[in-house]
């Protein structure tokens, strides 16, 4: 089956870089996309196409990929980045859509 | 503005069946592909189901296989979803979302609706 794995957390202090991966067999094919979640909230698109950027998306939100690996960076983390983060993707004929587990960022 | 609204959802028993519908407003849709994601308390995201903008093509996760069933009326903008033989492991918050016109991602989420499945 399409899976793809998330760290479950990732802390860091105000200022500093983070970095969430997600990996899956099948990514060298396909695109991945991101979304933040808030508490309460549904989720937003912040990252498309492996690392495009939706207007209005902060420019400290950055996407890049490599092999099977795709990763999410944001820089100068602030108070408001603390959310969870999940990546997504699709077999490439539509029929299947798997999210990765998730990943905890707290800022410290 | 593009909207979402899901409706349907409530405390349902084990084995029985509830139908979720969610009204689109904003976009034309029969345009897009719709999709179900849900999500477990305390839980991550997970795909539930997807149609195509004209309803020829349906497609489920393995855990809602034979159970569940989407469908859409484009007639009057809304999907729906009719979950069935519902399990304790159903219980979630499901959202409606459209698919990006071009990529496989989806970039409009409802509010999502509460389904407890509970004896």
């Known amino acids: 089956s399409y899976e793809l794995t998330q760290p479950p957390s990732v802390s860091v202090s105000p200022g500093q870089t983070a970095r969430i991966t997600c990996s899956g067999d099948?990514?060298?094919?396909?695109?991945v996309y991101w979304y933040q979640q808030k508490p309460g909230q549904a989720p937003v698109v912040i990252i498309y196409?492996?690392?495009e950027r939706p207007s209005g998306i902060s420019e400290r939100i950055s996407g890049s990929s490599s092999g099977t690996t795709v990763t999410l960076t944001l820089s100068g983390v602030q108070a408001e980045d603390e959310a969870d983060y999940y990546c997504?993707?699709?077999?490439?004929?539509?029929?299947?859509?798997?999210f990765g587990g998730g990943t905890k960022l707290t800022v410290l | 503005q593009v909207q979402l609204v899901e409706s349907g959802g409530g405390v349902v028993q084990p084995g029985r069946s509830l139908r979720l519908s969610c009204a689109a407003s904003?976009?034309?849709?029969?345009?897009?592909?719709m999709h179900w994601v849900r999500q477990a308390p305390g839980k991550g995201l997970e795909w539930v189901a997807g149609?195509?903008?004209?309803?020829?093509?349906?497609y489920y996760t393995d855990s809602v296989k034979g159970r569940f069933t989407i469908s859409r009326d484009n007639s009057k903008n809304t999907l729906y979803v009719q979950m069935n033989s519902l399990r304790v492991e159903d219980t979630a918050v499901y959202y409606c979302?459209?698919?990006?016109?071009?990529?496989?991602?989806?970039?409009?989420w409802g509010q999502g609706t509460l389904v407890t499945v509970s004896s």
């Open positions: 979302v459209r698919v990006h016109g071009e990529y496989n991602f989806f970039d409009c």
């Open positions: 904003g976009f034309i849709f029969n345009n897009y592909g």
């Open positions: 149609i195509w903008y004209d309803g020829s093509n349906k």
């Open positions: 099948a990514l060298p094919k396909q695109y």
């Open positions: 196409k492996d690392n």
């Open positions: 997504q993707s699709a077999d490439s004929s539509g029929t299947h859509w798997v």
